[in-house]
């Protein structure tokens, strides 16, 4: 396993990600992919440690496939979920991880609704000179690394299965298409796309795009101010010749104010549909990071479309990508 370009102890955003870490990522993950279509899918690499799943938040997707990864390389899983544990009782979350510590955990998967809690985590570790490594699994409006980077897989697998690298993506047109505010997912997809050389086309009604939002990644004093980032307050521009579109869910849970009129008026405006489509790139492909508003931001045929959705494949991808991430933080700590 190809790991002689990884020095990252924590993976807590893409936002300074090298392009060098990305590709480590992608060729650790395609043999991984490769592990996982053998008879036995499992290797020993990380036999003896303990990988804890800290999920504050709710999850199908990311738990589960966190889950599988860290027993597809052997490690012990311990799965923590806020609703039946002590935070009932008060305890808080940095004590919470402490006692994940004090049980000889090696790797703390952390996702939270707010903003930071990895980031925070994190820092306590180090500051008691843990070896711990934390990786997060979706911080409040925040990121998403191990999404954005199983994005990337899949879309740079369908180009070369082989030999997936970010440079694959040069001169492709890519949308993405929805509640950018609230999607950390967007936030790090934005950071991943743009880094391959990509354009990224981001679309989306003004509430959900705000100025102020399109000016910070477009800003002078973003880490992404000379790659090419583009911005619509409608679709079609979006969508024109792009070869991949990227829809996001509507984060209603994340929403404070009415930023919407109506599911059914967003639909009409910014919902992918198979006429939509007809503006793309042949052979265009959709993807969509799960949970899917059926009907909302994607017309329930394409979604269910082996040819168009890219679905499947993204939460396929999750597993071999969440064993590379692990693999690669945790493959220093053996003794
Ligand atoms: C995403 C999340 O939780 O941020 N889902 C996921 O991890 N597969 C996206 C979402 O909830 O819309």
């Known amino acids: 396993m190809p790991n002689n370009t990884w020095n990252r102890h924590h993976i807590l955003s893409l936002a300074d990600f090298t392009a060098a870490e990305y590709n480590t990522v992608l060729k650790t993950a395609a043999s991984f992919r490769e592990v996982l279509s053998r008879r036995t899918k499992k290797v020993p690499t990380l036999q003896g440690q303990v990988v804890a799943n800290l999920f504050f938040e709710p999850s199908t997707r990311t738990r589960s496939s966190f889950e599988l990864a860290a027993k597809r390389l052997s490690a012990d899983t311990l799965n923590f979920a806020s609703a039946s544990s002590s935070m009932t009782k008060g305890e808080t979350i940095l004590d919470t991880a402490k006692t994940y510590l004090a049980m000889g955990t090696d790797i703390m998967v952390v996702r939270h609704k707010e903003a930071g809690v990895p980031d925070a985590i994190a820092q306590e570790m180090d500051r008691l000179d843990s070896r711990v490594s934390v990786l997060n699994a979706g911080d409040g409006q925040h990121e998403h690394p191990s999404q954005g980077l199983l994005d990337l897989f899949t879309i740079c697998s369908l180009i070369d299965p082989i030999q997936p690298r970010i440079e694959l993506l040069q001169g492709k047109k890519i949308a993405v298409v929805g509640d950018i ?155």
């Not at 007809?278 to 969509?288: D, I, S, Y």
């Not at 499947?312 to 693999?327: I, K």
């Open 181 to 335: 505010l609230h999607s950390r997912v967007a936030r790090s997809n934005i950071w991943s796309l743009t880094a391959t050389g990509a354009e990224v086309h981001l679309a989306a009604p003004p509430t959900l795009l705000p100025k102020w939002f399109a000016e910070f990644v477009e800003g002078e004093d973003s880490p992404i101010a000379n790659r090419k980032l583009f911005i619509h307050w409608d679709l079609e521009p979006a969508l024109q010749d792009a070869d991949f579109v990227m829809t996001l869910r509507l984060q209603k849970e994340r929403m404070t104010a009415h930023l919407l009129p109506s599911l059914r008026e967003y639909h009409q405006l910014f919902g992918i549909t198979r006429k939509r489509l007809e503006l793309c790139k042949p052979g265009v492909k959709v993807l969509h990071p799960g949970p899917v508003n059926r009907g909302v931001e994607i017309s329930s045929d394409i979604m269910d479309d082996a040819e168009l959705s890219l679905i499947q494949a993204q939460v396929t991808s999750g597993v071999a990508v969440r064993m590379a991430l692990l693999y690669l933080i945790g493959s220093g700590k053996s003794v």
